[in-house]
Structure formats: C-alpha cells, structure tokens
T-cell receptor, first 111, second 116 residues
C-alpha cells in the first residue's frame, strides 16, 4: 500500500492541553498537507508545508517536516472541544498530481 | 460559488448494478480526484485527472472507471457493483481557493454508497 501511516490512531486529551500527531510517508514529496474531518463530513484543509520547509505555524497549529525521515508532525496547542475530529496528512508525490492520504488520527478533546 | 458538488448524496445498489457518481467544481481547477473512505479509515485514491483530457489510476482503481467530461466535471462509474465497494466516495479538486493563497484540495460533501 502506498498509504501513509499516522500515529497515534486515537488520542484523548483534556481541553487546554496540547495534541501532537505524527505522519510518516513513503515517497518523495512536493508538499505535505494536513486536513481535518468532522464525523461524517468532508475534509477541510488546515495547513500546507513544502518539501523545502521544516516548520510552519498557523494560529494554534504548528507543523514540522523531516524529509530525511519521511515524517511530519502536527501540534495543536491549547486544544478546545471543537477540535474533536479526525486529522489526516496528505502528501503530493513529486512530479505528479497524485495525493496520498494517511490513515488518520482520531482526536477527542474532553471539556 | 458552490465549490465542489457531488450527486447523489446517498445511494443503495444491488450487487451487479451499475451507477455513475457525478462531481463538478466551479473554481476553474485543472486537477480533480476521486477517493473512497471506508469506516474508520483514511482516504484512498481511486483515480485522478491532472487536467482535462487526462486520467490516471490511483491506489485502488479496480472496479471503477472515470471520465473527465470537461474542465468542470469528473465522473466515477461502477460498472458492476460489489459489496466491497460499499464506502463513502469523495470528489476533490486541487488549486487555489477563492481567497488565493496556497494550492490545496477542496472536497465535496461525499456520496454514501451501500451495495447489498
């Protein structure tokens, strides 16, 4: 399978805590994106990091990328109950328009 | 300004029946995608179209065909549905959003397909 892996598969934290989820992928990439999916709904784009970038911030989100290890992490700081969702990484394979998604992390933030 | 639209929202088929899932985008994007998502799983790429007139296989193309009808529309066809194709199907397009910025994938609301 070309699909990337994410860990943990599920994460449960208290409101106000930080949540970290990791993504590993298999191919050479152009960029990596993180998406959020609320139960039964479509995916919403959160943040993009290019292959020549190492870290990126957007609001309470911080993404890192290590292309030598083919891995990325997403940190959500000061989590809220509304952050409860599944989070997926998606990689754009170099030289193509092909997106490959990871298996996802289910995050539950307890109020 | 609908973004990515998909029809139908729900569908129940019997084994062996055929159907076509429709997808359209109004953002003038070149690239379009079809994914399936099984319960508790991530999205798996079925087919994609980098531009009008081209289509390519993704991770799980068997049992499906696609047509890039024009720049706006990308349809997915199941010729002989099987229970293993029970899933939620998402269409997406890739490009800049209405507020510019980076390219990203924009997703439709999904089609829930059950094959009995």
């Amino acid at each position: 399978s070309q699909q990337g892996e994410e860990d943990p598969q599920a994460l449960s934290i208290q409101e106000g805590e930080n949540a970290t989820m990791n993504c590993s992928y298999k191919t050479s990439i152009n960029n990596l994106q993180w998406y959020r999916q609320n139960s039964g709904r479509g995916l919403v784009h959160l943040i993009l990091i290019r292959s020549n970038e190492r870290e990126k911030h957007s609001g309470r989100l911080r993404v890192t990328l290590d292309t030598s290890k083919k891995s990325s992490s997403l940190l959500i700081t000061a989590s809220r109950a509304a952050d409860t969702a599944s989070y997926f990484c998606a990689t754009l394979t170099s030289g193509t328009y092909k997106y490959i998604f990871g298996t996802g992390t289910r995050l539950k933030v307890l109020a | 300004n609908a973004g990515v639209t998909q029809t139908p929202k729900f569908q129940v088929l019997k084994t062996g029946q055929s159907m076509t899932l429709q997808c359209a985008q109004d953002m003038n994007h070149n690239s379009m995608y079809w994914y399936r998502q099984d319960p508790g799983m991530g999205l798996r790429l079925i087919y994609y179209s980098a531009s009008e007139g081209t289509t390519d296989k993704g991770e799980v193309p068997n049992g499906y065909n696609v047509s890039r009808l024009n720049k706006r529309e990308f349809s997915l066809r199941l010729e002989s549905a099987a229970p293993s194709q029970t899933s939620v199907y998402f269409c997406a397009s890739w490009g800049r959003g209405r507020l510019a910025g980076n390219n990203e994938q924009f997703f439709g609301p999904g089609t829930r397909l059950t094959v009995l």
